[in-house]
């Protein structure tokens, strides 16, 4: 029986919830195409895996819920609700943040893309001054 588009999304928030990271063979193409905020751009289900491990791995407890599903033809847009506490390095394009003990996450979108019976891509969109307002990241001072 083939998944729809919202089902296959459905697997895929379920296993990175449940850290479940053998799933995404059956979810994600070999070659599924990953755009996120901060200028991630990856390409492969490793790519994917190891995008959402950084996540996983920062907060055990990191849960993504979807609120809103679109569907138009093959792609879907997702509106998403992601949460964890940071109990674990964080590790971002800037460095290593360590552990603070802080709850984070809010709202996203994730836009996906379907071919045959798996996700060929996803857009993530995150406002990421949730995650400098909730962890308390520096702000760099306005050069004047």
Same mark, same amino acid.
């Given at each position: 029986m083939a998944?729809t588009p919202?089902?296959?999304?459905t697997?895929?928030?379920?296993?990175?919830t449940?850290?479940?990271?053998?799933? !995404?063979?059956?979810?994600?193409?070999?070659?599924?195409?990953?755009?996120?905020?901060?200028?991630?751009?990856?390409?492969g289900v490793?790519?994917?895996?190891?995008?959402d491990g950084?996540?996983?791995?920062a907060?055990?407890?990191?849960?993504i819920t979807?609120?809103?599903?679109?569907?138009?033809?093959?792609?879907?847009?997702?509106?998403i609700?992601?949460?964890?506490?940071?109990?674990d390095?964080?590790?971002?394009?800037?460095?290593?943040?360590?552990?603070?003990?802080?709850?984070?996450?809010g709202?996203?979108?994730?836009?996906?893309?379907?071919?045959?019976?798996?996700l060929s891509a996803?857009?993530? !969109?995150f406002d990421?001054?949730?995650?400098v307002e909730?962890?308390?990241?520096p702000?760099?001072?306005?050069?004047a």
């Open positions: 998944s919202y089902d296959l999304v697997r895929y928030y379920r296993a990175l449940a850290g479940d990271w053998a799933a !995404y063979d059956d979810v994600f193409t070999s070659d599924v195409v990953l755009e996120a905020f901060g200028g991630v751009s990856a390409t490793d790519a994917v895996r190891g995008f950084i996540w996983k791995h907060a055990p407890d990191f849960t979807p609120l809103l599903v679109a569907q138009n033809g093959d792609s879907l847009l997702c509106e609700l992601a949460w964890g506490t940071h109990t390095v964080l590790s971002l394009p800037a460095g290593d943040l360590p552990a603070t003990g802080r709850e984070f996450g709202r996203g979108v994730g836009i996906f893309e379907v071919r045959g019976d798996r996803q857009r993530i !969109y990421r001054m949730i995650l909730r962890l308390g990241i702000v760099p001072a306005p050069v």
